[in-house]
């Protein structure tokens, strides 16, 4: 089976890091996290019809992407924002650990937050 990363990266024709690389999706660098980015990551996970590792690592990066957004306080691009969360919740039971991740499970200071984690905590609900 051919490394789902690497698979990403030749078919979005992205950098696959190297040796280093522990954390592809947050690892990527800031010309890649771009809306236009975005919109492609979008589509590259739409296409992908059923449960794959790469749609996994693509919720990861997107998710990345919308908190950088947030934290920037660069929210005027909501309805990209707002497709990035349709799809974690129309495919919430798919990626429980994703959300379990991004939502700070057991954690109540908010300090520990992520800018993401209301949102991704009012789609586990």
């Known amino acids: ?3 789902p990363i690497r698979r990403l990266c030749k078919d979005l024709n992205l950098p696959s890091g190297d040796a280093h690389t522990q954390d592809w999706a947050y690892e990527l660098p800031n010309e890649y996290r771009t809306q236009e ?3 492609q990551y979008i589509s590259a996970y739409s296409a992908i019809k059923c449960f794959d590792m790469r749609r996994d690592i693509l919720m990861d990066l997107m998710l990345d ?3 950088d957004y947030l934290l920037e306080g660069l929210d005027s691009d909501i309805y990209i924002i707002q497709q990035v969360l ?3 919740r129309a495919n919430k039971i798919e990626h429980q650990d994703t959300i ?3 939502s700070v499970v057991g954690e109540d200071d908010p300090e520990a937050y992520f800018e993401v984690t209301p949102f991704v ?3 586990a609900k």
């Open 1 to 3: 089976m051919t490394n």
């Open 37 to 39: 980015w975005l919109d």
């Open 65 to 67: 992407i919308v908190n």
């Open 86 to 88: 349709e799809l974690l």
């Open 100 to 102: 379990a991740y991004w």
């Open 121 to 123: 905590r009012e789609i």
